[in-house]
């Protein structure tokens, strides 16, 4: 009788416990469903009313850690003072290296940390901005040895050999004084980085943009208006769009000038 009645109360524990787990994770699942909506109309603010409840529920669990990393990237987009920026990247980084942390071989982690310290770079100093892009390229390498098929990817990496390659030579000079040097970057590297996230990736204006801006760089201007004024032509899809068009018609006024 005592080990029917043990079993008895066994089943009667599952039974209580079971909805509760069941409700938890369904409260989990609307919590991150309701947060993805406002991720997608790039309103940081309130997705982040939803996932980070949700986080407390699922501490550990990475894809929400990296939706939690993107909003806070975002939020640092829209700052205006330096000094929020700063708070705000730095949230999105060590979101992003809990992520990688949690899972060393998930190439979106690698490239969230990548992401991260891009966003950072021009409002930093002269050393940090440094230390940054080299943060930048040791990640994002990570994310394309894991999976080379994320077209965001090769569009970091042809962005940071577009910016290194534009350093003049004053500052490489001082960089090699003062910090032993910058590493190897050019414009043709860039073209084949943004190229293939071209192919991976047709819809996204921004690779065809800073190809563009590359092409112009390398004193190519024929190319470069072709893609620039092909990324303009494109619709807004992405939060970082309105900014790189800016940039794009920065570019081909500039040409007209030279």
């Known amino acids: 009788m005592n080990r029917i009645l043990t079993v008895k109360v066994f089943v009667a524990a599952l039974s209580i416990l079971m909805p509760c787990q069941?409700?938890?994770?369904?409260?989990?699942?609307?919590?991150?469903?309701?947060?993805?909506?406002?991720?997608?109309k790039f309103q940081p603010q309130e997705a982040l009313k939803f996932y980070l409840p949700a986080e407390k529920l699922e501490p550990e669990n990475v894809e929400l850690i990296l939706r939690i990393a993107r909003q806070y990237r975002h939020l640092m987009q829209d700052a205006s003072k330096t000094e929020d920026k700063l708070k705000l990247g730095g949230i999105a980084r060590e979101y992003a290296e809990r992520a990688v942390k949690l899972a060393p071989s998930e190439a979106d982690a690698h490239l969230s940390v990548a992401i991260c310290h891009a966003k950072m770079v021009p409002i930093f100093g002269n050393k940090e901005r440094l230390e940054a892009s080299k943060e930048v390229k040791a990640a994002v390498d990570k994310s394309i040895a894991l999976d080379s098929k994320k077209d965001q990817a090769w569009h970091i990496l042809g962005c940071w050999h577009q910016r290194l390659a534009d350093i003049s030579m004053v500052k490489r000079a001082l960089a090699m004084v003062v910090y032993g040097g910058l590493p190897a970057a050019s414009n043709e590297e860039s073209v084949k980085c943004l190229e293939k996230a071209i192919k991976?990736?047709?819809?996204?204006?921004?690779?065809?943009?800073?190809?563009?801006?590359?092409?112009?760089?390398?004193?190519?201007?024929?190319?470069?208006?072709?893609?620039?004024e092909?990324?303009?032509?494109?619709?807004?899809?992405?939060?970082?769009?309105?900014?790189?068009?800016?940039?794009?018609?920065?570019?081909?006024?500039?040409?007209?000038?030279?």
């Open 22 to 40: 069941a409700s938890e994770e369904e409260s989990f699942a609307n919590l991150v469903k309701q947060g993805d909506v406002y991720d997608q």
């Open 200 to 228: 991976l990736n047709p819809d996204s204006l921004i690779h065809y943009i800073e190809l563009g801006r590359t092409y112009a760089q390398m004193g190519n201007d024929a190319e470069a208006r072709k893609f620039i």
């Open 230 to 258: 092909k990324g303009l032509s494109m619709p807004d899809t992405g939060k970082d769009d309105p900014e790189v068009k800016r940039l794009g018609r920065e570019t081909l006024s500039k040409l007209e000038s030279r």
